[in-house]
């Protein structure tokens, strides 16, 4: 006999007709939803932690805090007993062997370090970020006092409540150009996602086109090895009286693999190891120090020396020294 679709012709029609629309309804809804969740995400773009006053110190109070990513106990016992010079070089700082990180991964520990609100994953990261930097903190009772704070790491861990409390996180919402880029990239995102396979190509993008919207003054992250070199160029230290004390956070890769840091703290093509880049690390750090004290800033100076997490695995014990 015939095919079914050719005795129903005008039944089957109807049907596809029916069927069709169904579908493009839950995929407009979808889109709909899609875009409406991600709404937040402009919160996380629209920020950007840039490199202003990272060499720049205050002539009257300091605060420096070194967070090593990944720098277990152990990792700095092992460093310790290859440089016994250390104890000499950090004479008055206390070593403490009873810390455990708020969290296993950077991603969960740093941010609670930051704003001692932990994450208990019962929400989206970007929302508990978001909702963090909203909420009154150390650093707002910092900046009523007149301490220029600034935090140097990955723009990840900033909510845009984060730009009235630190002085090197800038609203990148305020210049039209780039907000354009910033809401282009996220809603060419959802309808990449959302969209059927054959029109994904219409909405695919390379995501160099929103990071070559960022300024020339952004924070490169984990980029230690140019840190340590600008920190040369600069011939160290500069000690203005724009505030009457500064804060900074330097947030390093300390411990954390992929290893091509050298010894002497530059970046190397080839592989070296955690030994040589925790070296590396420390080798900058107590440059840094001896800055402060040919300076005559390191007795008004508070000086932190720690990790956002431990060992790779479970990542619980860090280094501590204050």
Sequence with gaps: GLPPYMVFKRSWRHILMIAAAFILVLQVGGLAIDIYQNQGSLDKLSHEVTDEGVYELSEGDNTLVFVLSSLDRDYYASYKKEHPEIEEALSGFTEYKNTVATGAGTMVSFPSMLTGSVYKKDIKYTRYISDTWQKDNVYDLMSRSGADVRIYCDDLYFGNGAVRKIDNVVDRAQDSASYQTITTTIYRYTLYNSVPHYLKRF???NISEYSSNKSNITYEAYGDAKLFKGYDENDGFDYTSDSKSAVRIYHLQGAKAPYRMDKAGRKVSAATSRE????????????????????????????????????????????LLF
């Design 276 to 319: 040589e880049q925790v070296e590396g690390e420390f080798n900058y750090i107590l440059r840094m120090i001896r800055d402060l004290k040919k300076n005559g800033k390191y007795d008004n100076a508070r000086i932190i020396i720690t990790a956002d997490n431990g060992e790779e695995d479970m990542g619980e014990y860090v280094a």
């Design 203 to 205: 909405f695919w993008m």
